[in-house]
């Protein structure tokens, strides 16, 4: 049975003499993944971020774990072999977050042949040692029921395996397990410097209570589209940043089709676009790719943008969709490593770790890229080439097993979770059973634990968010705003209104802040 962990406080300990054996700027998926890494590996580590624990780039994706079938066409075999290896890895150390599903590729003809695509998918079943998921199909449109909302010239697809992720969560989790593991973890925390004093990184970092100084041992800049500001701005590094700030901005229509699989579409352009069943009740649509340069915090999906995604999708589907059925769209800066490609669909996904040693100084990982489907094996990656200056480093890898919090089921036990829940708790309604156990997994006890009706789960405040999840949100898992909690941590933001989405936040901001 699972016990809730109320997280650790979070100090500023460290000194000369007794420093961290690493610290971590930047709280996205790479930052975190790390830190628990190196924290299960009993090193001691501190992690900053300068807002919330992903609150950039890994809560904007396409919440796909996947190999990326399109790389096979930019040649990108390893990191395609290395993404479809970890998608059941992550799926079996994180059930209630990931899940399988399949998705359709429509044959367009004029577009990519129907042999390459038969070609591309018969690597993708074969090079990443699939064993759960399902192989490779071929659907009859006129026949199957994933042909009834799409136009009626498409007469055949493909249909293949890939997972779906909460991203923000998996960001969350990790934190939450690199917390339990020793480490400190700081949201809301800004590093101002890091300098190499005597063999260790002297760090100032400002947060709401002040300006406070740490020591480490190694540091790693893991701070996404931010990477090179770090690298020059904080630590003052003569290093070139490398980094390709790529766009990909999405849009949530109300449910297109009514079954449960997702549709990846042709463009005539080369890119391709995911339509995917979103949150029970809409459909996400997305991604685009166009270089960005600006701030990354003021990234937002244009017009141009949510026209070209309304305008990819109504190619396909029957019934068009404009963007007055928008309603929400997300946008993120994917960081990637500047490989020179010309278009930016062209760049690579793959990540890139530098290290910066110089003898009897500190060492300094850097990293550029990467995706959320190898956040585990970058994270494993980083620490072997810390190694070499960080003998803890070289201790056994263990995440391939680990189970992330709330994942300690079966991996193809998620319904007998919420139909355990059903019977303990005969009073929630099975869609919230459901929810709960899709975000918290197990620890979906601990939120509902002595509960036997509906009003002890506290006040309300609207879809079927109530005051025993929101402070189980501030207490362990880092939940500030209402942001967090509507947009991060779930996505009830789609389902509460603007002044539902107030009172949270008034309810929030007037609630201490926990120790942790």
């Known amino acids: 049975m699972a ?16 420093p961290y054996d690493l610290a971590v700027i930047g709280g996205g998926i790479n930052g975190c993944g790390i830190a628990r890494d190196a924290a299960g590996r009993g090193a001691s580590v501190v992690l900053f971020e300068k807002d919330d624990l992903a609150s950039a780039t890994s809560s904007r994706s396409t919440k796909l774990i996947h190999g990326g079938l399109r790389y096979l066409e930019y040649y990108e075999f390893r990191l395609v072999r290395e993404a479809l290896m970890e998608r059941e890895r992550l799926w079996a150390i994180a059930p209630h977050i990931i899940r399988p599903l399949r998705f359709v590729l429509p044959h367009h003809k004029g577009l990519r042949p129907a042999w390459l695509l038969r070609l591309g998918l018969f690597l993708y079943d074969h090079i990443g040692g699939r064993k759960l998921l399902p192989a490779t199909r071929t659907l009859d449109l006129a026949h199957d029921p994933v042909g009834r909302p799409l136009k009626d010239d498409r007469a055949k697809a493909f249909e293949y395996s890939d997972c779906w992720v909460e991203d923000a969560r ?34 100032t970092a400002e947060g709401q209570q002040g300006r406070s100084e740490i020591w ?37 229509v109300p449910k297109l089709y009514e079954h449960d699989r997702c549709y990846i579409f042709q463009n005539g352009d080369g890119r391709i676009v995911f339509a995917i069943p979103y949150e029970q009740d809409f459909t996400l649509i997305g991604t685009t790719d166009r270089d960005y340069r ?22 396909y589907f029957s019934k068009a969709v404009t963007p007055d059925s928008v309603v ?23 990540y890139v770790l530098t290290l910066d040693a110089p003898e009897g100084e500190a060492p300094l990982l850097s990293v550029f890229g990467g995706k959320i489907t190898t956040y585990r094996r970058l994270a494993e990656s980083a620490l072997a080439k810390l190694a070499p200056h960080a003998p803890w480093a070289a201790r056994a890898e263990w995440t391939m097993t680990g189970a992330l919090p709330g994942g300690d089921f079966p991996v193809r036990g998620f319904d007998a979770l919420v139909d355990e ?27 509902l634990a002595g509960a036997t009706r509906l009003a002890d789960l506290g006040r309300p405040f609207g879809a079927d968010l109530y005051e025993r999840e929101v402070r189980y949100l501030m207490r362990s898992e880092w939940a500030r705003r209402a942001e967090d909690v509507l947009w991060r941590r779930s996505k009830l933001g789609l389902r509460l209104t603007p002044q539902e989405r107030e009172a949270l936040d008034a309810f929030m901001q007037q609630e201490p802040t926990p120790a942790a």
């Not at 990637?336 to 996904?349: C, M, P, V």
Request: charged content about 20%.
């Open 294 to 315: 600006g701030d990354p915090a003021d990234v937002a999906a244009t017009p141009e943008e949510i026209a070209y995604l309304c305008a990819a999708a109504s190619e």
């Open 216 to 252: 480490a041992r190694a540091l790693v800049n893991a701070a996404g589209p931010w990477v090179g500001e770090v690298l020059n701005g904080v630590v003052h590094s003569n290093a070139r940043a490398g980094v390709r700030m790529v766009q990909g901005s999405h849009i949530v």
């Open 328 to 350: 929400w769209t997300y946008s993120g800066v994917r960081p990637l490593y500047d490989d020179g490609a010309s278009k930016a669909q062209e760049a690579t996904r793959d």
């Open 3 to 18: 016990t809730e962990t109320t997280l650790p406080a979070a100090g500023f300990g460290a000194s000369p003499s007794a």
């Open 421 to 447: 829940l059903a019977r303990a708790y005969p009073w929630l309604e099975r869609r919230t059973a459901t929810r709960l156990a899709r975000s918290y997994g197990t620890r979906a006890r601990d939120i």
């Open 170 to 203: 998996l960001v969350v989790l990790n934190a939450m397990d690199a917390a339990v593991r020793g480490a400190a973890i700081h949201t809301r925390t800004r590093v101002l410097a890091a300098i190499r004093e005597n063999g260790l990184w002297h760090v």
